[in-house]
């Protein structure tokens, strides 16, 4: 599965030598160091979209390259590596945002996002509610205990199709895969998840604005 939502914040629920590429890819993010950032990105793919371990900006590399006006030839790199446009800092910040309250026009009509689903706001903040309490439902205690920083779902609306987006929860063995199924008023989030312990089996939820269905479970 090739997307990714990372939920790590916290140092400790990572092994040392993954925390230490997090924080070099951080540092080198907030130097403006875009050599360093793509080499890393080159060959750790799946970092793309996390912020510092212990960090309280939440800033990912495409917001530090929004705050850098990095030249456009940075930005479409970390685009084309899996960047989201949708993906929200600690104030609620899309990098198109962050661009344009520093002023880099040029930065931000590269940021500006590409929408490939339509679903309105109040729709989509509704069904994420739902979610995160069907992971909550499922998997609370490890959440707490990872601090993790479970899916938003704006960053879906970027994703062509229904490809999946994989969340995985540590010490569940498993996660939770989820797709848009629809899109607009009627859109329907479909959610699976996994939990490989002793007595541990497979759930699958259809989510909406109105709440959340159990359709499936026991197919692991």
């Known amino acids: 599965m090739s997307l990714v939502w990372d939920g790590i914040t916290t140092r400790g629920v990572v092994s040392e030598g993954s ?3 997090r924080h070099r890819l951080a540092d080198a993010a907030k130097a403006y160091d875009w050599t360093t950032v793509l080499a890393l990105l080159h060959e750790h793919p799946g970092l793309v979209n996390t912020t510092r371990p212990g960090g309280v900006s939440l800033f990912a590399p495409l917001h530090q390259a929004a705050h850098g006006n990095a030249p456009p030839g940075v930005l479409e790199a970390l685009i084309g590596l899996g960047a ?7 104030r609620g910040e899309r990098p198109v945002d962050v661009a344009e309250r520093c002023g880099h026009g040029r930065a931000a009509e590269i940021l500006r996002p590409v929408l490939r689903r339509r679903v309105p706001a109040g729709i989509l903040a509704a069904m994420q509610a739902h979610f995160h309490a069907v992971i909550r439902g499922r998997a609370d205690d490890l959440v707490r205990k990872a601090s993790l920083r479970l899916p938003e779902l704006g960053p879906l609306l970027e994703v062509p199709g229904d490809e999946p987006v994989w969340f995985a929860v540590p010490g569940m063995y498993g996660g939770f895969a989820y797709r848009l199924r629809s899109d607009g008023v009627e859109a329907v989030l479909v959610a699976e998840s996994w939990c490989r312990v002793v007595g541990g089996s497979g759930q699958r939820h259809e989510i909406t604005s109105a709440g959340s269905r159990l359709v499936e479970e026991g197919f692991v």
């Open 19 to 21: 925390a230490a590429e």
């Open 84 to 90: 989201w446009r949708m993906l929200l800092n600690a």
